[in-house]
């Protein structure tokens, strides 16, 4: 079950959850309940800042 990060476009609050393959409905907001949050990709569960891509945190592409 892959984890994605998400990142409310209303709040901006940024956060991590487990999603079924078979789900492709957004998750609320944790902070503002809001379902307008955009959707990125994550293999891992630690990795919450820096690139997303290439894991570096002196990465600034994100
Ligand atoms: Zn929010």
Do not use: H, R, W
């Not at 907001?29 to 800042?49: E, G, L, R």
């Amino acid at each position: 079950m892959p984890i994605y990060e998400y990142k409310c476009k209303n709040c901006g609050k940024e956060f991590e959850k487990l999603v079924p393959m078979s789900s492709d409905k957004n998750p609320e907001c944790p902070q503002c309940s809001s379902v307008d949050v955009i959707k990125k990709i994550s293999m891992t569960a630690s990795n919450t800042s820096g690139c997303t891509t290439c894991s570096s945190s002196s990465c600034s592409s994100t």
